[in-house]
């Protein structure tokens, strides 16, 4: 690089001093041909002067020699004196330029190669009277001026030449290297050993340079550092929100997006950042909402991995591009369908035993009551489906009241004698459906919790125990404690539930089989009630179902360590 500089440098400068003496002798050559013009005007004077005192042509011709070759021409062109040898006596003269000229206007010149001195001369004519002066002055040529002057110039050129590759190294150093290692330093080489102390070394406005440099190049890295800060704030914030959050710039390419947008669309920071959104989600519908976002779009639910979502669309202000927001509307989705098969559930559940006690009101009020015996049977079935509405609403009530967890009084019991006293009360039940009922209870179950609510637990699942159930079958109410447990047992030998039902049992409104179900009293409801009540105070039931054989509904209940 260095060397290259100084060459360069010293070839140009060899150049221009070339193409300077190249101009410098061409004005010269100039100069001396005006000058010869001139001198040669006074001699030409001097020689009229001369010619006027009687002094012949030969004499006039040595005593100019100093000057050139002096001849003397008749207008015909025949030579009259000559110093010339060159000239030949019997040469006409007159077609030369320089005579022609002289003719016409008493005056001659050329510049001309002679044949026979084998030399350039110039050539001047000037008319006296009959007869032409030709003057020929021999031209000094670069050949000759070199012969006489070429070794002073040889030692003059090598001092240019030496003189600019001084300047160039002087140059070099001053100017260039300064600059050189600015721009290392700048380029960020300046961390290199040595470099450090050569900045110092710059001149005042390098340095300046250097310094404002680096003071930018710091400001930059602070400026960046608190830029990735605050992308990392921003991330760790996001990340924090359960709803997927993901930006697109104006290409629809993913920027940014949180830890829940990614686990629903199945994208990855490393692969998909940066990505067109439908190449990484190959989801056709969020590209859909993209494109309507123009339009103000309204958020759509869009379904991902079997779950409810929420597509909403924002506009990113100022920046272009999209924030897209996926809002988990899964759960409330489940609900509002619980909700309303719940209501249609309960209006089914109630309708089915008013239209039938209306159709017997009906019946009696047409004339059936005029006879007492069918009367009779017909309010009596008004009463059973009566009863059936009431038990229904208490159901419902009771499962409202446990699922909102209200007003329900705790106190110290004692589950056993409770238990007795449940299976006392199903045994008129039993004993009409031809069902045993036995009992293996310790003696005492102490457990803090509302005694009507476990009335309720048991007698749901010893009533169920004894519906579903043969002639002659049994059912066994068992209880006792385990470890840190109370565990209550209703094992019968029933019809037993086929697997693929034994999940949906505890669901309100659910009955394994609805034909069978309308023989006996029957809402849905009991399983339902008996799962809240075992949820409420943090115990599990447990379904062991064999169709044929029978069933065991096994309840575990925390005994809470109190003081
Ligand atoms: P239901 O009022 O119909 O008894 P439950 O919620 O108590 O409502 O029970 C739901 C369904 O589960 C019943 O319809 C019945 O088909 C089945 N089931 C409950 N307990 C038993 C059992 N011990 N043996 C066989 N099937 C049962």
């Given amino acids: 690089m260095k060397r290259k500089l100084i060459l360069n440098y010293v070839v140009d400068t060899v150049l221009i001093l070339l193409v300077f003496l190249a101009a410098a002798g061409v004005l010269a050559f100039q100069a001396y041909e005006n000058q010869l013009t001139k001198d040669l005007r006074n001699i030409v004077s001097w020689i009229r002067i001369d010619k006027s005192n009687g002094i012949s042509n030969e004499a006039i011709s040595y005593k100019y020699s100093h000057i050139g070759y002096i001849s003397v021409i008749n207008k015909e062109g025949e030579l009259i004196a000559s110093l010339d040898s060159a000239l030949d006596s019997t040469e006409n003269l007159l077609s030369r330029e320089e005579f022609q000229e002289a003719l016409k206007e008493g005056e001659g010149s050329s510049l001309r190669k002679s044949e026979v001195k084998d030399r350039y001369f110039f050539y001047r004519t000037y008319t006296m009277g009959d007869e032409i002066l030709l003057i020929a002055v021999p031209v000094i040529t670069a050949t000759e001026v070199l012969a006489d002057y070429g070794g002073t110039m040889a030692w003059l050129s090598l001092g240019v030449l030496l003189l600019s590759f001084g300047i160039a190294i002087y140059f070099y150093r001053n100017n260039i290297r300064p600059v050189l290692v600015l721009e290392g330093y700048l380029r960020g080489d300046g961390s290199r050993e040595g470099t450090e102390v050569d900045v110092q070394s710059l001149p005042k406005e390098l340095k300046d340079i250097a310094e404002t440099y680096q003071q930018t190049r710091e400001s930059l890295v602070a400026e960046a550092a608190a830029g990735e800060e605050k992308r990392l704030y921003l991330l760790s914030t996001i990340n924090t929100i359960k709803d997927g959050i993901l930006a697109v710039d104006e290409a629809d390419n993913i920027t940014l997006m949180n830890k829940s947008a990614m686990s629903v669309l199945d994208l990855s920071e490393e692969e998909d950042l940066h990505l067109d959104i439908l190449v990484a989600t190959q989801n056709l519908e969020l590209k859909e909402a993209l494109k309507e976002r123009a339009e103000n779009a309204q958020p759509r639910e869009i379904r991902l991995k079997e779950r409810t979502y929420i597509l909403s669309v924002h506009p990113i202000p100022q920046k272009g591009g999209s924030l897209l927001i996926l809002h988990d509307v899964t759960k409330v989705r489940e609900l509002e ?98 069902v045993q009922l036995t009992e293996e209870l310790e003696e005492s179950l102490a457990y803090r919790g509302n005694p009507e609510l476990f009335k309720s637990l048991l007698s749901n699942l010893l009533s169920n125990a004894i519906k579903y159930n043969h002639k002659g079958g049994e059912v066994l109410l068992r209880g006792e404690r385990k470890k840190k447990n109370l565990v209550l047992e209703v094992r019968d030998t029933g019809i037993g539930i086929p697997e693929e039902e034994q999940p949906r049992v505890f669901e309100r409104f659910y009955k394994v089989d609805k034909s069978r179900a309308l023989d006996h009293d029957s809402s849905g409801l009991g399983l339902a009630i008996v799962k809240h009540i075992v949820e409420l105070y943090d115990g599990e039931i447990k379904l062991e179902s064999t169709p044929g054989e029978g069933t065991s509904f096994r309840i575990k209940l925390p005994l809470k360590e109190e003081a």
């Fill in 337 to 434: 369908n619980m909700r309303k098969e719940f209501v249609s559930n309960v209006s089914h559940e109630l309708k089915t035993p008013l239209t039938s006690i209306r159709g017997f009101i009906e019946t009696l009020k047409g004339g059936a009551a005029k006879d007492p015996a069918v009367a009779d049977k017909f309010l009596e079935i008004i009463n059973i489906e009566s009863l059936r509405l009431e038990s229904l609403i208490g159901d419902l009530l009771a499962l409202s009241k446990i699922e909102e967890n209200r007003s329900v009084a705790v106190e110290d019991v004692d589950l056993s004698p409770l238990a007795r006293e449940v299976l006392e009360k199903h045994r008129k039940a039993a004993e009409m459906a031809g």
